[in-house]
């Protein structure tokens, strides 16, 4: 790390350059006098530069001292205000998400303002991960995974029943999935296998031309036109809903993995925020299946 001197050093100066006397920035940080003095003097000897002008009644900046006050405030002020944002009082109500990129993007993002228009008092935090070993379920409030509801050391409650659907640039014309190019989502590289064969028709015989790790990554590709991805139907939905240049390219089929709510098995009793969202969830998505 680059040079830096000693935070209290920078405190104290930070103080005493607003007020020009070191009693009363002794008053404001709960010190003596002499410590402050030792502070200013000490962070000079630092620096090799004098930051007062110390005059018989009074208390001057030098001219590198006036300019190095201004960083110095303006760096504690950045830290004062991040620490109150993630560690202070409102960050110990906000309500956490965790949930697959995917799923963060297409669905949970999409459904939130309608939480947030029925709980305007709970700040929400949404955090993404490409695979669920990301995290453990304790270090968040909810946790949503896709899968087969089997993962170990966790309790999962299953939320839906998911469809898989192949998508193109919107516009493409009639789509002739066989003649690909095919873009293949890694982890899910046989979904295009299984999509085919429950179609009745046979796979094009040319290698896939793009892998990816991530729905939001393959969707970007076919937005650029540069070929076919199978995602879930839920995800392309939202897409075009929220003005993504893409087009369901045939019939859905059954997928076999859903979207769970996860917690640890011996997961402290859920917060009333958590808990709100969660029943929140359950009926939207009740409603949806309704529809």
């Not at 109150?84 to 939130?112: C, D, K, V």
């Not at 809903?241 to 402290?268: D, E, M, N, T």
Request: glycine share 6%; aromatic share 8%; proline share 6%.
């Amino acid at each position: 790390m680059d040079r830096l001197p000693n935070p209290a050093w920078l405190r104290s100066f930070e103080s005493a350059a607003r007020h020009l006397n070191f009693t009363t920035t002794a008053r404001e940080l709960g010190l003596t006098q002499t410590a402050v003095s030792l502070h200013i003097r000490s962070l000079e000897a630092e620096l090799g530069q004098k930051l007062f002008t110390r005059n018989a009644r009074r208390l001057e900046l030098t001219e590198l001292g006036q300019s190095y006050s201004l960083t110095v405030r303006r760096a504690l002020t950045d830290i004062a205000l991040s620490t109150n944002s993630l560690f202070g009082p409102a960050s110990r109500q906000t309500l956490t998400i965790r949930a697959a990129i995917s799923a963060a993007t297409y669905w949970i993002a999409a459904e939130l303002p309608d939480f947030s228009t029925r709980h305007p008092d709970i700040p929400v935090r949404l955090v993404s991960h490409i695979w669920n070993d990301s995290g453990t379920p304790g270090d968040v409030d909810v946790e949503i995974r896709l899968g087969y509801g089997d993962w170990p050391g966790v309790r999962s409650e299953k939320l839906t029943d998911e469809k898989l659907v192949p998508v193109c640039r919107a516009g493409h014309g009639s789509p002739k999935l066989n003649n690909g190019p095919l873009i293949h989502i890694l982890g899910y590289e046989d979904n295009w296998a299984q999509y085919f064969q429950a179609i009745g028709t046979a796979p094009p015989g040319q290698p896939s031309r793009y892998s990816v790790d991530t729905t939001v990554a393959a969707l970007q590709l076919v937005m650029a036109g540069a070929g076919y991805a199978t995602i879930l139907e839920r995800f392309a939905r939202n897409a075009i809903r929220q003005g993504a240049p893409i087009a369901i390219a045939g019939p859905a089929i059954p997928f076999a993995q859903s979207h769970y709510l996860v917690s640890a098995q011996r997961a402290a009793r859920p917060t009333a925020a958590a808990g709100l969202f969660c029943a929140w969830l359950r009926d939207r998505l009740a409603a949806d299946a309704a529809d």
